[in-house]
């Protein structure tokens, strides 16, 4: 099934990953092709979405990482994150080191990485951040700039940028596939 071998790339991947922050950077290319493998099981996407589709896919996301249920006040690990454990490992490791190079701005940790594909999202503001968010987007698309109040469009097309996600934001029109890594 894809998710196994979507799993056990990953985790190739992690074992040959450099382990210093100044070593070479976890290729884009090869977080692409394992977002591509994991995505038939990932589940559709269903809130905040433009009313708009955009993309040559239908939309997913998922979130991997320590997520808060409606039930509880304490943080626990996401289902996904389970079943996808060595994607999630690896996307940690993107984050991270793009955050020891510098990429990250004010973020200096995370507990979650939210996974998009081709979602344009509505405006909106996030619920249960505690600080900035680190984002980059990954595909073969045009547009899809996320414009955030207060600071108008950001490019996120394979590069990093911060934003307020408490603050109004939303995602511009793109075509062709896009993945948002947040």
């Known amino acids: 099934p894809p998710q196994r071998c979507a799993r056990a790339t990953a985790l190739r991947a992690l074992r040959r990953a450099p382990a210093a922050p100044d070593a070479a950077p976890i ?21 905040q979405l433009s009313k708009h589709a955009c993309g040559n896919a239908p939309p997913v996301a998922v979130t991997l990482g320590a997520v808060r249920p409606h039930y509880s006040d304490r943080a626990v690990l996401s289902v996904a994150s389970r079943t996808h454990l060595g994607l999630c490992q690896m996307l940690t490791a993107f984050a991270s080191q793009a955050i020891a ?36 987007a990954l595909g073969d698309f045009e547009g899809g700039a996320l414009w955030v109040d207060g600071r108008g469009e950001l490019d996120l097309h394979d590069r990093w940028a911060t934003y307020d996600g408490n603050r109004s934001h939303c995602t511009r029109r793109f075509s062709g596939e896009r993945w948002a890594l947040i």
């Open 101 to 136: 190079r510098g990429e990250g701005g004010a973020v200096t940790h995370f507990t979650s990485v939210q996974v998009n594909r081709n979602c344009r999202m509505r405006m909106h503001q996030d619920g249960d951040n505690a600080g900035p968010s680190l984002a980059i």
């Open 27 to 47: 290729d884009p290319g090869h977080v692409l092709a394992l977002l591509r493998r994991a995505a038939p099981a990932f589940p559709p996407a269903t809130r």
